[in-house]
């Protein structure tokens, strides 16, 4: 089976910096996707890593290393838009995407 | 616009009763996906499909059925053997299932069985 495993929430300020976890161990590897997902909405797409290293996107980035089933996605200069949830998810050797059970950020004025 | 549409929106029914959820894309994918959100829990997959008049079952299909007769349309018929069925459903869609490509979500449905 696969397991996910990320924090259930965290708490930042405006304008800092917040480091979310995720590791994982599944059958097989075919990348590690980051969504956002705002409460009663459609997650939306963040970031993909296949290989190992950080992909950076504006004020995200992602960080995947594969020998240790980890990756982080780190949001930088944080807005009060940034308050969601961030689902990890792991692309297994059958290429179904597996979830995490999401981490609630909340960003404080 | 592109994107994919689910309706509707909010959705209520007695127990015992059938209901069918409503996945419609215009983005031209192959791949097609149905998801269950719970409250403290990752998204879970019901079922999926490659391509047309093909489906297949993921972690939780017991209780619900699709089809796949139309590229753009993926139905989710959730059954009265599913016992637990209040829950988000979120549709989701992907150029292909074992491409390096990320999967698009609909805005989901919730349904309430009283």
């Known amino acids: 089976g696969q397991n996910i495993d990320q924090p259930t929430e965290m708490t930042a300020t405006e304008g800092a910096i917040v480091q979310i976890n995720c590791t994982y161990q599944t059958s097989g590897f075919n990348g590690l996707f980051w969504y956002q997902q705002h409460a009663g909405e459609a997650p939306t797409f963040l970031s993909y890593n296949v290989l190992d290293g950080l992909e950076e996107k504006g004020r995200f980035s992602s960080f995947l290393s594969r020998s240790k089933g980890y990756s982080y996605l780190l949001l930088k200069e944080l807005q009060m838009k940034d308050s969601a949830s961030y689902l990890c998810a792991v692309r297994g050797g059958d290429y179904k995407l597996s979830f995490g059970a999401g981490t609630t950020v909340t960003v404080r004025a | 616009d592109g994107g994919i549409t689910q309706s509707p929106k909010y959705l209520f029914r007695k127990e015992g009763q059938n209901v069918t959820l409503s996945c419609e894309q215009n983005l031209n994918h192959d791949a097609m996906y149905w998801y269950r959100q719970d409250p403290g829990q990752g998204l879970r997959l019901i079922y999926y499909s490659q391509i047309v008049n093909d489906f297949q079952k993921g972690d939780i299909a017991e209780g619900y059925s699709v089809s796949r007769e139309k590229k753009e349309s993926f139905p989710l018929t959730v059954t009265s053997a599913q016992k637990n069925p209040t829950a988000f459903y979120l549709c989701?869609?992907?150029?292909?299932?074992?491409?390096?490509?990320?999967?698009?979500f609909g805005p989901g449905t919730r349904l309430t069985v009283l």
């Open positions: 989701a869609s992907s150029i292909e299932l074992t491409g390096f490509d990320e999967q698009f």
